[in-house]
Every structure is written in C-alpha cells, then in structure tokens.
C-alpha cells in the first residue's frame, strides 16, 4: 500500500506561481521509485483530469496542452517526493489537484493506470 500526501496548494493572484509537492509512503523500499507518477486536477461538477505525468526515472514528461510551457512537473526518488511547479497561473487553473502513482514506469496520461491517490491540494487563482 502507498499513501501520498499533497501540499502547496493555496490561493494566489493571476499570473503568480505556486509548487506542489506530493510525498509518498508506505511500502518499504523505495516507494515509488518504480511508477510512473502523475498530477490531475478536478473542478466542481466535472471529472478528474490529466494535468502533467513522470517516468520513473524522470527523463520522461508529459503534458496537457493548455499547461505546456508553464507547469513543469519532477521527482526525486531518494525522497519519494514528486513536484508541480506552477507558473504564469490562471483563474482557469484553479481546481483541488490530486498527486498519483501509476501502476506502470511509464509517464502516462490515462487516469485508469493510476492505483494509488492523494486526497488532494486546493489552489485558487485570482483575477
């Protein structure tokens, strides 16, 4: 079993930056050094969606177009811990963003290959 913590959320003006950050714990050895992991984000009403996605090794990224450019998204194994930087926010990112690993190494962007979740990060982007 692995448990994922978010943290970083917050509220901050359009156009500032925000970094999430997202541990893991759980299973003893080296927790998610071999999953893939990603961030997604949900909005009231609507359903959860891909945001940014890792390989294991981190040489690997992927993107939801509307965040290219300005949401870069890392790891660092040796601290089973996974980022979100966020930049140049908008009013449109605003949304709980939830941290998950993946049952594959791979940086994935489908939903269903993720088997473990955090309970989520609120951030809020003012105008």
């Known amino acids: 079993q692995v448990q994922l913590v978010e943290s970083g959320g917050g509220l901050v003006q359009a156009g500032g930056s925000l970094r999430l950050s997202c541990a893991a714990s759980?299973?003893?050895?080296?927790?998610?050094?071999?999953?893939?992991m990603g961030w997604f984000r949900q909005t009231p009403g609507k359903e959860r969606a891909f945001v940014a996605a890792i390989n294991w090794r981190g040489e690997s990224t992927t993107y939801v177009d509307s965040v290219k450019g300005r949401f870069t998204i890392s790891r660092d194994n040796r601290k089973n811990t996974v980022y979100l930087e966020m930049n140049s926010l908008k009013p449109e990112d605003t949304a709980v963003y939830y941290c998950?690993?993946?049952?594959?190494?791979?940086?994935?962007?489908?939903?269903?290959?993720?088997?473990?979740w955090g309970q989520g990060t609120q951030v809020t982007v003012s105008s």
């Open positions: 759980g299973r003893t050895i080296s927790t998610i050094s071999n999953n893939g």
């Open positions: 998950a690993a993946a049952r594959t190494p791979m940086a994935s962007t489908i939903k269903s290959l993720y088997n473990y």
